[in-house]
T-cell receptor
Framework: AQTVTQSQPEMSVQEAETVTLSCTYDTSESDYYLFWYKQPPSRQMILVIRQEAYKQQNATENRFSVNFQKAAKSFSLKISDSQLGDAAMYFCAYNTPSNEKLTFGTGTRLTIIP | ETGVTQTPRHLVMGMTNKKSLKCEQHLGHNAMYWYKQSAKKPLELMFVYNFKEQTENNSVPSRFSPECPNSSHLFLHLHTLQPEDSALYLC??????????????FGPGTRLTVT
């Protein structure tokens, strides 16, 4: 069975600094997708970034980038130039081309220190 | 309206009440989902609908009854709930065409309190 593990329940970072959130997963599939979702206090879950497993290049979206290590089954999220609006719960998630069901990690609560 | 909407945003109900949660997606998707989010627990997938057909029921108690009349609307009918059912209920949708990255789009959720 696929599992997603986020080992950091809480993280904090100074505004304008860089922070990295960790995620590991377990799967026997060779083709899959990985996602980072953000859930601010307003509760709406928003997709931050996604990575296709067949792509070697790490995905980037403005200040957000990932470090995808397929062999190690690791998928960390780096947030550069942290802003107050980045404060939220961040969830790592996984699915496959044959199954749209998402498997989520338990989340990391990120606090931004002004 | 754009994206995925959910009503009501907050609901307080007694254990003997019957209520319904509504979800609507304006994205042209064919798959819709109900999740339960409780404090300090991973999101729990409850139900999946693809092209109006239920494709997954994740061992959810019968006091939760889903309904999907069309690809744009999803309901969760609630009756005889227990206090431990208090949680945030999230609806999501995805393309449902078995191709692509199956990115899911979420609604704002309904905060349910059972008294």
């Amino acid at each position: 069975a696929q599992t997603v593990t986020q080992s950091q329940p809480e993280m904090s970072v100074q505004e304008a600094e860089t922070v990295t959130l960790s995620c590991t997963y377990d799967t026997s599939e060779s083709d899959y997708y990985l996602f980072w979702y953000k859930q601010p206090p307003s509760r709406q879950m928003i997709l931050v970034i996604r990575q296709e497993a067949y792509k070697q290049q790490n995905a980037t979206e403005n200040r957000f980038s990932v470090n995808f290590q397929k062999a190690a089954k690791s998928f960390s999220l780096k947030i550069s130039d942290s802003q107050l609006g980045d404060a939220a719960m961040y969830f790592c998630a996984y699915n496959t081309p044959s199954n749209e069901k998402l498997t989520f990690g338990t989340g990391t609560r990120l606090t931004i220190i002004p | 309206e754009t994206g995925v909407t959910q009503t009501p945003r907050h609901l307080v109900m007694g254990m003997t009440n019957k209520k319904s949660l509504k979800c609507e997606q304006h994205l042209g998707h064919n798959a819709m989902y109900w999740y339960k989010q409780s404090a300090k627990k991973p999101l729990e997938l409850m139900f999946v609908y693809n092209f109006k057909e239920q494709t997954e029921n994740n061992s959810v108690p019968s006091r939760f009854s889903p309904e999907c009349p069309n690809s744009s609307h999803l309901f969760l009918h609630l009756h005889t709930l227990q206090p431990e059912d208090s949680a945030l209920y999230l609806c999501a949708s995805s393309p449902g065409n078995w191709r692509g990255n199956h990115e899911q789009y979420f609604g704002p959720g309904t905060r349910l309190t059972v008294t």
